[in-house]
């Protein structure tokens, strides 16, 4: 039990550096394209958060990746398509159990899954902290370019 608890932490500290990687090249990307958000029109709004979306994801798909090779180094799947799925089920806590681990290995499941909920919260938190940012920078580009607009309805409602 020691040693998967070990090698367990082992890989989530690889992953952690993976994460910790395509997030910086993500929040990277956002910070070269935010002067471009200045009124920006949403189609290339949305194109930019996109491509930040694309980033964090690439991350929890090689942290995927990551644990579906430790998995096939310790002899648990056959192919690496299998390793692969079953990673990715672990890693977003679905938890099918269409396909398990053998009884040595059984605790990894769990830990990964522990790394999933922990990575996928911090790839969450990263896109929504520039989606705010992106809306934030919209809205008031909207409002000052319709402020006369805007005055006109609120008198009208007085």
């Known amino acids: 039990m020691l040693a998967n608890l070990l090698l367990g932490v082992g890989i989530m500290g690889l992953c952690l550096l ?10 990277m ?8 958000l200045d009124g920006a029109s949403f189609t290339s709004t949305m194109m930019i958060l996109n491509g930040v979306m694309v980033l964090l994801v690439l991350g929890n798909l090689g942290q995927v990746a990551l ?8 002899g648990e799947f056959a192919s690496y398509r299998e390793a692969f799925y ?12 269409d ?11 769990p830990i990964q899954a522990m790394n999933g909920v922990l990575m996928i919260g911090i790839s969450t938190a990263a896109f929504m902290t ?21 005055q006109d309805m609120v008198k009208n409602n007085d």
């Open 18 to 27: 993976l994460q910790i990687g395509l997030l910086t090249r993500a929040l």
């Open 29 to 36: 990307y956002y910070a070269r394209h935010q002067k471009e």
């Open 67 to 74: 644990w579906a090779l430790a998995f096939q180094f310790l």
């Open 86 to 97: 079953h990673s990715a089920v672990n890693f977003s806590t679905l938890g099918y159990g």
């Open 99 to 109: 396909i398990v681990m053998s009884e040595k290995r059984k605790l990894l499941g």
């Open 130 to 150: 520039t989606l705010r940012d992106a809306v934030r920078h919209n809205t008031h580009g909207w409002a000052a370019e319709h402020s006369q607009q805007i």
